[in-house]
């Protein structure tokens, strides 16, 4: 039984894939339908991704014995987002400004902004966070296919300035990348920082804890951090510390470490400096499950990346889908927390009619 399985398997890889991106009906929400997009490409890899808050569902890839696996975690149905038990932002996009802020304040041009994912210019479908909008969508079939992702951010919306025109395009590459390009304009100066809360589990998103597959993080940096896990502008090496994995490193091999960040977040949850000038594309990450061969390098022009080990139980919905505490990691390449309030921090401002552009590539491949 398993020579025919493994033979079934290999002769999948063999046949003719016709590289494509599908669309079929998921529901709707505040007037807006919303729909699953499937971009596959001609070696075979596919990866589902929502206009619904930009949500990745899903993105399969073989092992070593040729079987596919779903290598981030997410759920089958538009309901399974938008319920009540749904919590976590598996999988979507976060804007305006992922992450933290001291106090929810910043400044700009000697204006105090205070935000709130509850300050709403209105209450309807349009003045939302990201990961709750239902995003304008077009599609562009080809050897390359893709999705491409829009909406207008009002300007008071959660309480940043300005109205911000946002675009962010995924695309499907014959190499097996799964390329995210942010593109943003405003009319009035503001802050951006965009990113993708993807939980990657290389063994796939039922295989259990992800403790044993190895991460290895191109920052020789972490920003240090208050008691609220917001950096306070000092940069700590990771230089004999449990933050260090400048060389692959089992996840779990200092998760439980006695440093009273990890132990305040039951496990990893750290932004890191990416070696290398932000603005260019370079590794930040790479996540190995050694039992399947399955690798991703992150590759980014994003000037920081969150490492976020999955420290909490998960919600209702993905307890009985079988996701386990620490069943996957988040690594979401983003401007710094707290960059606003740091002026050594790269910059997260965005000058008026100024474009924002970055890019981050999720690049799969099987160890032999």
Do not use: C
Not at 78 to 91: I, M, S, V, W
Not at 104 to 114: A, E, L, P
């Amino acid at each position: 039984m398993k020579i025919i399985l493994a033979a079934a398997a290999l002769l999948a890889l063999t046949l003719p894939v016709e590289a494509a991106v599908t669309v079929q009906a998921w529901g709707g929400m505040g007037g807006k339908g919303v729909d699953l997009f499937t971009l596959t490409n001609a070696r075979g890899m596919e990866a589902k991704i929502t206009n619904y808050g930009g949500v990745i569902t899903s993105i399969r890839m073989p092992g070593r014995d040729g079987i596919k696996a779903n290598v981030v975690q997410g759920f089958e149905s538009l309901n399974d987002y938008t319920g009540q038990d749904y919590k976590g932002r598996y999988g979507a996009l976060i804007g305006r400004f992922a992450n933290r802020i001291k106090d929810n304040i910043f400044t700009i041009n000697n204006n105090t902004y205070r935000i709130s994912r509850d300050a709403y210019v209105l209450k309807e479908a349009n003045n939302k966070p990201y990961d709750e909008r239902v995003w304008d969508a077009r599609t562009r079939d080809g050897d390359e296919p893709q999705l491409i992702l829009s909406l207008l951010d009002r300007g008071g919306t959660m309480g940043f300035p300005g109205t911000l025109r946002v675009e962010v395009t995924y695309t499907l590459t014959r190499n097996n990348i799964l390329r995210i390009a942010y593109r943003a304009i405003s009319d009035k100066d503001t802050i951006v920082s965009l990113t993708n809360h993807a939980y990657f589990n290389m063994a796939g998103d039922l295989s259990g804890p992800v403790l044993d597959q190895l991460l290895t993080v191109n920052a020789d940096m972490i920003t240090a951090v208050d008691d609220q896990n917001v950096p306070t502008g000092v940069m700590q090496p990771v230089a004999g510390t449990a933050f260090d994995f400048r060389r692959p490193t089992p996840i779990g091999a200092h998760i439980n470490a006695p440093d009273p960040v990890i132990q305040r977040a039951h496990g990893f949850d750290q932004n890191y400096a990416i070696n290398g000038a932000p603005g260019t594309l370079r590794l930040a990450a790479r996540l190995a499950d050694p039992k399947s061969g399955r690798v991703l390098e992150e590759w980014t022009t994003q000037a920081g990346l969150q490492v976020y080990t999955a420290n909490y139980s998960p919600p209702p919905v993905g307890l009985a889908k079988g996701y386990q505490i620490h069943s996957a990691v988040a690594l979401e390449a983003q401007g710094f927390p707290n960059a606003p309030n740091i002026p050594s921090f790269p910059s997260t401002l965005l000058k008026r009619d100024a474009q924002y552009s970055e890019v981050t590539e999720y690049r799969f491949s099987v160890a032999p």
